[in-house]
């Protein structure tokens, strides 16, 4: 239930972004007091911070479709870090040159993303830290391999920009062996697991790509030997993790505490809700499910269980009915095949009932979770191209079963049985992350498609699960609604653990036992999610926050346009404003009617 792109707008990694701000030209005074002159000039000023955040991102830049920057690579010291936090201060001088209360209510949007990431970077570098304590942040691998995969432009460009890029993989890891302090052990251990699968992006696909190139002689062995040079780098950063940091045994906690949990949460997520706020209502919505998975389950129990007597106890009751409909699934060998059969299914829905309008000329490719973007957790996720390679493919991302024992893929496939994958594939592909992000990338504002909201997006895909299901999808059977209820309780369970883990002190056999109890989860799934919650921070408490606000939204709009609402109007018009927070398109939405 988690996506590939949010890493491409983690703050933590694109802070260096700002330090090419000292070479922008600072003029950024409107030149008269009139709202269209204004408005004007902030659009050059987003421009000009949008053009030199790439110079110094190349990695965002190139998920984002820019690849003017490719064959650049930060090498993320301590001299890097200074200079960044220098060009962040001069940018928030610049800001204060625009009020907001006179831009357009579009650009006040724009400003507030803007100004959020100022403060979030500098949260990040000065105060969470992480670049310290989380090894994962350097892995060369995924962003070699993007460059190499693209289409925009011909091999032999890719190759040389690749080629410049790895020149410097030495100085890359030598910095991150520098500002490892103290990290946690989860996060080593899963530093040592995608380096390890980066180094795939290294082996054979590449030295074909290389042999069959129209580069020069001179060109090809450069590039093979620093390919070379960047395997044994790389296998030396492993040697690292395991030989040094590990047996030193000097590892902080992966739990970063309230303060900064609440503090990162109110960056991250932008809602017009508290931490506490959101960890409260999901208790509520908590309770709420309980109490219709049971109404459900009494009706289906005379079904699966004929003459049988019903558990007294309702927890009992609802685990022996998913229990029973959970026996329906695909087969290890064919999961990834299965995914791929329910996408036609998916998009004649969407259309038949003018849920919303598809693009077909956007491709979505089903493929297996690659080597270096597995060992985080999860088990599916969506690769969307930026706003400037619109063109390029989407890819859902579907980790397989190969090698796994076999006791642990049937759990697996239990927890994603024909009715959960299902509104998985709803939650992933149509119409949620891939829809969505098609919409995104058509938004007139980069700054919105850029500054993506994690929980407006994932709130989205959520929302969409529940939506479908309101127009008949699944035959509104109590099978459907119910393992509904169970996959919902998930993304409610989410938001609870992730405050309890990194702002409390829950331990790995009450959280699992809290989410095979009121989440109904197989023991692999349960397990599985430990293991994110102390991975990550926040954005576990993404998907019930944004699903919440929009709910809320379009029933508030429905109650204010009583029988003009259009739920196919909602849907585009609320995807027209790219990948904001919610409360900034609620705002928008409530002015325009």
């Given at each position: 239930?988690?996506?590939?792109?949010?890493?491409?707008?983690?703050?933590?990694?694109?802070?260096?972004?700002?330090?090419?701000?000292?070479?922008?030209?600072?003029?950024?005074?409107?030149?008269?007091?009139?709202?269209?002159?204004?408005?004007?000039?902030?659009?050059?000023?987003?421009?000009?911070?949008?053009?030199?955040?790439?110079?110094?991102?190349?990695?965002?830049?190139?998920?984002?479709?820019?690849?003017?920057?490719?064959?650049?690579?930060?090498?993320?010291?301590?001299?890097?870090?200074?200079?960044?936090?220098?060009?962040?201060?001069?940018?928030?001088?610049?800001?204060?040159?625009?009020?907001?209360?006179?831009?357009?209510?579009?650009?006040?949007?724009?400003?507030?993303?803007?100004?959020?990431?100022?403060?979030?970077?500098?949260?990040?570098?000065?105060?969470?830290?992480?670049?310290?304590?989380?090894?994962?942040?350097?892995?060369?691998?995924?962003?070699?391999?993007?460059?190499?995969?693209?289409?925009?432009?011909?091999?032999?460009?890719?190759?040389?920009?690749?080629?410049?890029?790895?020149?410097?993989?030495?100085?890359?890891?030598?910095?991150?062996?520098?500002?490892?302090?103290?990290?946690?052990?989860?996060?080593?251990?899963?530093?040592?697991?995608?380096?390890?699968?980066g180094l795939a992006v290294f082996g054979p696909a590449l030295q074909d790509s290389v042999a069959?190139?129209?580069?020069?002689?001179?060109?090809?062995?450069?590039?093979?030997?620093?390919?070379?040079?960047?395997?044994?780098?790389?296998?030396?950063?492993?040697?690292?993790?395991?030989?040094?940091?590990?047996?030193?045994?000097?590892?902080?906690?992966?739990?970063?505490?309230?303060?900064?949990?609440?503090?990162?949460?109110?960056?991250?997520?932008?809602?017009?809700?508290?931490?506490?706020?959101?960890?409260?209502?999901?208790?509520?919505?908590?309770?709420?499910?309980?109490?219709?998975?049971?109404?459900?389950?009494?009706?289906?129990?005379?079904?699966?269980?004929?003459?049988?007597?019903?558990?007294?106890?309702?927890?009992?009751?609802?685990?022996?009915?998913?229990?029973?409909?959970?026996?329906?699934?695909?087969?290890?060998?064919?999961?990834?095949?299965?995914?791929?059969?329910?996408?036609?299914?998916?998009?004649?829905?969407?259309?038949?009932?003018?849920?919303?309008?598809?693009?077909?000329?956007?491709?979505?490719?089903?493929?297996?979770?690659?080597?270096?973007?597995?060992?985080?957790?999860?088990?599916?996720?969506?690769?969307?191209?930026?706003?400037?390679?619109?063109?390029?493919?989407?890819?859902?991302?579907?980790?397989?079963?190969?090698?796994?024992?076999?006791?642990?893929?049937?759990?697996?496939?239990?927890?994603?049985?024909?009715?959960?994958?299902?509104?998985?594939?709803?939650?992933?592909?149509i119409p949620g992350h891939y829809t969505q992000l098609v919409y995104a990338n058509r938004s007139?504002?980069?700054?919105?498609?850029?500054?993506?909201?994690?929980?407006?997006?994932?709130?989205?895909?959520?929302?969409?699960?529940?939506?479908?299901?309101?127009?008949?999808?699944?035959?509104?059977?109590?099978?459907?609604?119910?393992?509904?209820?169970?996959?919902?309780?998930?993304?409610?369970?989410?938001?609870?653990?992730?405050?309890?883990?990194?702002?409390?002190?829950?331990?790995?056999?009450?959280?699992?036992?809290?989410?095979?109890?009121?989440?109904?989860?197989?023991?692999?799934?349960?397990?599985?999610?430990?293991?994110?919650?102390?991975?990550?921070?926040?954005?576990?408490?993404?998907?019930?926050?944004?699903?919440?606000?929009?709910?809320?939204?379009?029933?508030?709009?429905?109650?204010?346009?009583?029988?003009?609402?259009?739920?196919?109007?909602?849907?585009?018009?609320?995807?027209?404003?790219?990948?904001?927070?919610?409360?900034?398109?609620?705002?928008?939405?409530?002015?325009?009617?």
């Open positions: 239930m988690t996506n590939s792109y949010p890493s491409r707008l983690v703050l933590a990694a694109a802070v260096a972004g700002l330090a090419a701000f000292s070479a922008c030209n600072s003029n950024t005074k409107p030149t008269s007091g009139t709202p269209e002159t204004v408005d004007a000039d902030f659009d050059r000023y987003k421009q000009r911070f949008i053009d030199s955040l790439w110079y110094y991102n190349p990695e965002w830049a190139s998920s984002a479709g820019y690849h003017r920057y490719d064959s650049l690579l930060v090498i993320p010291n301590a001299g890097r870090r200074q200079t960044e936090a220098a060009a962040l201060a001069r940018r928030r001088q610049e800001m204060e040159i625009f009020k907001v209360e006179d831009l357009s209510v579009n650009n006040q949007t724009d400003y507030r993303l803007l100004q959020n990431y100022l403060a979030s970077a500098r949260f990040y570098a000065d105060t969470l830290r992480d670049w310290q304590w989380n090894p994962a942040n350097y892995n060369l691998g995924s962003s070699v391999a993007e460059i190499l995969n693209g289409r925009y432009h011909p091999l032999d460009r890719r190759l040389r920009a690749i080629s410049t890029k790895i020149s410097r993989a030495a100085d890359y890891y030598e910095a991150a062996k520098q500002n490892i302090q103290t990290p946690t052990r989860e996060h080593t251990n899963l530093a040592i697991l995608q380096t390890q699968g069959k190139s129209g580069l020069s002689a001179q060109e090809k062995k450069d590039l093979t030997s620093r390919i070379a040079t960047t395997r044994l780098v790389m296998e030396g950063y492993v040697r690292f993790l395991q030989q040094e940091v590990l047996p030193a045994g000097k590892f902080r906690s992966f739990r970063i505490g309230k303060p900064l949990f609440d503090r990162k949460f109110a960056l991250d997520i932008q809602s017009t809700y508290s931490a506490d706020q959101v960890y409260q209502k999901a208790q509520q919505h908590r309770r709420e499910l309980l109490r219709d998975m049971g109404r459900r389950a009494t009706r289906l129990w005379p079904k699966y269980f004929p003459g049988q007597a019903m558990p007294a106890d309702s927890v009992a009751l609802i685990k022996q009915v998913i229990s029973k409909l959970s026996e329906k699934h695909a087969t290890p060998a064919g999961f990834v095949q299965a995914v791929k059969d329910q996408m036609p299914t998916l998009v004649k829905w969407v259309d038949d009932h003018q849920l919303l309008t598809q693009d077909p000329t956007k491709p979505l490719v089903v493929r297996e979770t690659p080597l270096y973007m597995r060992g985080s957790g999860a088990g599916a996720s969506i690769s969307a191209p930026g706003p400037y390679d619109k063109a390029a493919n989407t890819y859902y991302n579907v980790e397989p079963l190969d090698g796994q024992p076999a006791a642990q893929a049937e759990s697996y496939l239990r927890e994603y049985n024909q009715y959960t994958l299902q509104i998985l594939n709803i939650h992933e592909a007139p504002s980069l700054v919105k498609s850029i500054f993506g909201n994690g929980a407006m997006i994932e709130g989205w895909a959520v929302y969409t699960e529940r939506m479908m299901l309101e127009s008949g999808y699944g035959g509104n059977t109590d099978e459907i609604w119910l393992m509904w209820d169970k996959w919902n309780m998930r993304v409610t369970l989410n938001a609870i653990l992730d405050h309890d883990v990194q702002a409390g002190t829950i331990t790995e056999a009450q959280a699992v036992a809290l989410l095979q109890r009121d989440g109904f989860q197989e023991e692999a799934e349960a397990r599985n999610k430990w293991r994110r919650a102390t991975l990550s921070q926040v954005q576990l408490s993404s998907y019930f926050t944004g699903s919440t606000e929009i709910y809320d939204l379009r029933q508030e709009l429905k109650k204010q346009q009583g029988s003009k609402f259009d739920l196919k109007t909602f849907h585009e018009q609320f995807l027209s404003y790219g990948s904001a927070p919610v409360k900034y398109i609620r705002q928008m939405m409530l002015g325009d009617n």
